[in-house]
């Protein structure tokens, strides 16, 4: 298994909204979290989001988006 991992929320959000895999959320040494996925066609998932030329729902998104938010927040205050 081959995980993907990214810590930017606009592109985790992208991703979740295109249906890859989310594996859930790794905390590294520095503090940072890292938004780990897993599925075939992620790097060109993520290609498209950076170079501005990947289409989604903006309300699937932006929901995406919110989750994400929200389980990000929940890890902070349960690793801190």
């Known amino acids: 298994m081959v995980l993907y991992k990214t810590k930017d929320l606009g592109e985790a959000a ?11 959320l790794e905390k590294d040494p520095l503090g940072f979290f890292w938004f780990m996925f897993e599925g ?5 998932i993520s ?6 030329k990947l289409l989604v729902c903006a309300k699937r998104y932006e929901e995406n988006r ?3 938010t929200d389980r990000l ?3 902070k205050n349960i690793l801190s």
């Open 40 to 44: 075939k066609g992620t790097k060109t």
């Open 14 to 24: 992208a991703l979740l909204t295109k249906n890859i895999k989310f594996r859930g």
């Open 73 to 75: 927040h929940a890890s």
């Open 47 to 52: 290609d498209k989001f950076w170079f501005g």
């Open 66 to 68: 919110a989750l994400l």
